[in-house]
């Protein structure tokens, strides 16, 4: 949604994790919903140094966002290697980091979140 973006809320309710994201000075909402959410960081970002340099894909592709997939370089790598996390998960893990202009999530999921832009209140 753009450079400007604050985590306004994060609400977990068993694996289920939803954020909201602000983005000024547009002032648009953006809600980023996960399921099967197996782990989740908040940091600010100047404590999340391994993403500094992380291999990422932006979401939704060609767009200016502040959802990122992480391919390489992250947390997931820094607790299981490929071989053991297909030991402990059915299927893939996948890595996402939620940047915003003061704090970051990052979500070890089994599936992509789904993202909507949330409509203006007046």
Known sequence: P???ALLES???LRSELTILLKVYPVGSTWRIHFGSVIGVKFLDERDMPEYWHANVEVMPPGNRCAVS???QGGWSEQLWNES???ELFYGEVFEIL???AD???VVLAQAMPEI???PSSI
């Open 84 to 86: 053991s996390r297909g």
């Open 69 to 71: 997939r992480i391919l």
């Open 103 to 105: 704090y970051c999530a």
């Open 116 to 118: 909507s832009e949330l």
């Open 2 to 4: 753009g450079e400007n």
């Open 10 to 12: 994060l609400f977990m």
């Open 98 to 100: 939620v940047g915003g």
